[in-house]
């Protein structure tokens, strides 16, 4: 007698569609391809609003859509930007793992806007590129209407963040990240490893408590012990990213103090110190850990200029 199947019923996000899945083992795969069909649709010009379903008010955009644009899709295909669009799905792990309910797609989505704006923004400083800080602010207060192919690659990148920002914690995001950016100016006039450790700890909780933040509105559950655990994550990635760049940074002027082999060792036991300790408080995310940091790593190997010249990033370990 044959054993007779169940099936399982999904509704996938908004859709008024259902899918019967006979085979759980089947759910991943058809999951991949309903993700992969958006994002195709996205990118042939259907524009995906984070926002759509939520009770609270959307925030407005303007006529043109910034990740339409090739300009916008040229930047994210940056190979030195890679590793920033893989730090979405890492903390969509660290939600799984504190089980906190949200529209993972959209979260995901929205982070992946946060991180890759992160990386150009930080490229365009330490390249000592003009107005970059005034560019920032003016887009994310007031979008342009400017065609995407005429705007800068700071401006257009934040403008495709501004899209993503909900009206509930726009003023929030703000103030945070002019209190990030005063922040990542203290490291130049840090005068020992002391000070620069301290300075670089700050940058990465105030880099990852934006990114909670941002994705705040779609939780369920607006918890802050997650909240924490961002942060102190964002703590340990930027010393980790500091220890694979010092010296590199020293050469390019952005440390003041020439560093010693022990100041080397300070960094390098602080980040241990501190990744250690996250890691024996959560040992289930410890692969999430060390992938990121292998792919920090790997990064620096990617053959473009940039990275020939040890060109300096703001990350973090959960990313």
Same mark, same amino acid.
């Given at each position: 007698m044959a054993r007779q199947r169940r099936a399982y019923q999904y509704r996938i996000l908004h859709s008024p569609a259902v899918i019967k899945v006979y085979n759980l083992r089947d759910l991943p795969r058809i999951m991949f391809?309903? !993700?992969?069909?958006?994002?195709? !649709?996205?990118?042939?010009?259907?524009?995906?609003?984070?926002?759509?379903?939520?009770?609270?008010?959307?925030?407005?955009?303007?006529?043109?859509?910034?990740?339409?644009?090739?300009?916008?899709?040229?930047?994210?295909?940056?190979?030195?930007?890679?590793?920033?669009?893989?730090?979405?799905?890492?903390?969509?792990?660290?939600?799984?793992?504190?089980?906190?309910?949200?529209?993972?797609?959209?979260?995901?989505?929205?982070? !992946?806007?946060?991180?890759i704006f992160i990386a150009v923004v930080d490229n365009a400083i330490d390249s000592g590129e003009p107005h970059t800080a005034e560019t920032v602010f003016a887009h994310l207060a007031k979008p342009s209407q400017t065609s995407p192919a005429d705007l800068c690659d700071v401006a257009l990148i934040t403008q495709n963040l501004a899209e993503q920002v909900h009206d509930t914690v726009g003023l929030t995001f703000g103030q945070q990240l002019r209190r990030l950016y005063e922040t990542v100016g203290q490291e130049r006039s840090a005068g020992s490893i002391e000070a620069y450790i301290e300075v670089r700890r700050v940058v990465g909780t105030l880099t990852a408590d934006l990114s909670y933040i941002l994705i705040s509105p779609l939780l369920k559950d607006e918890e802050q012990t997650v909240r924490l655990f961002m942060q102190n994550v964002g703590a340990v990635g930027c010393l980790i990213d500091s220890v694979i760049d010092l010296r590199a940074d020293q050469r390019r002027g952005l440390v003041s103090f020439l560093p010693t082999r022990r100041d080397h060792v300070k960094l390098t036991l602080a980040a241990l110190r501190q990744g250690l300790s996250i890691c024996f408080r959560h040992p289930r995310l410890a692969g999430v850990f060390a992938d990121a940091i292998l792919d920090d790593v790997r990064d620096r190997f990617i053959t473009t200029p940039e990275s020939m010249n040890g060109e300096r990033r703001q990350t973090q370990v959960i990313k």
């Open positions: 391809e309903l !993700r992969s069909e958006s994002s195709t !649709r996205a990118q042939a010009g259907m524009r995906l609003n984070p926002w759509k379903g939520h009770d609270r008010t959307s925030r407005s955009s303007g006529p043109a859509t910034t990740n339409q644009s090739a300009a916008y899709g040229r930047i994210v295909g940056n190979p030195k930007y890679r590793h920033f669009d893989r730090i979405p799905s890492r903390i969509v792990r660290c939600l799984d793992y504190f089980q906190v309910g949200g529209d993972r797609i959209t979260v995901a989505r929205i982070l !992946r806007a946060y991180y």
